[in-house]
């Protein structure tokens, strides 16, 4: 009997033990897994920024691309101007459009 005792205090010190090493486990699997979700809400916020900089740059360069094609529509209208028939053609077509009296000015216009 008392060998069975013993045996049955050695088989619960056991379960205990085990259950420690489960538990211990459990514990750095658990901190793994924050580290992980850590690491995952870094890298979400590492993208978003990455796309808020690149849809930034795409906007800048899209205004830039505009700013251009005026420039060069500008250059276009102002040397087909250079002929009178032209500019008169021109300016009545803009004398339509324009309706603000600051930009009228800009064209001599009334």
Same mark, same amino acid.
């Given at each position: %009997?008392?060998?069975?005792?013993?045996?049955?205090?050695?088989?619960? %010190?056991?379960?205990? %033990?085990?259950?420690?090493?489960?538990?211990?486990?459990?514990? @750095? /699997?658990?901190?793994?897994?924050? /580290?992980?979700?850590? *690491?995952?809400? /870094?890298?979400?916020? /590492?993208?978003?920024?990455?796309?808020? *900089?690149?849809?930034?740059?795409?906007? =800048?360069? !899209?205004?830039? !691309?505009?700013?251009?094609?005026?420039?060069?529509?500008?250059?276009?209208?102002? @040397? @087909?101007? =250079? +002929? =009178?028939? =032209?500019?008169?053609?021109?300016?009545?077509?803009?004398?339509?459009?324009?309706?603000? +009296?600051? +930009?009228?000015?800009?064209? !001599?216009?009334?």
């Amino acid at each position: %009997m008392a060998g069975i005792l013993c045996l049955n205090g050695f088989l619960g %010190m056991g379960i205990t %033990m085990t259950n420690e090493s489960l538990e211990q486990r459990i514990a @750095k /699997q658990e901190e793994r897994l924050k /580290q992980q979700e850590e *690491r995952l809400k /870094q890298l979400k916020a /590492q993208k978003q920024a990455k796309d808020a *900089r690149e849809k930034a740059k795409q906007k =800048e360069q !899209n205004r830039k !691309n505009d700013t251009r094609r005026k420039i060069l529509l500008g250059s276009y209208l102002l @040397k @087909k101007m =250079e +002929d =009178e028939a =032209e500019k008169q053609k021109i300016l009545a077509g803009i004398n339509e459009y324009l309706t603000e +009296d600051r +930009d009228r000015k800009l064209f !001599n216009l009334p």
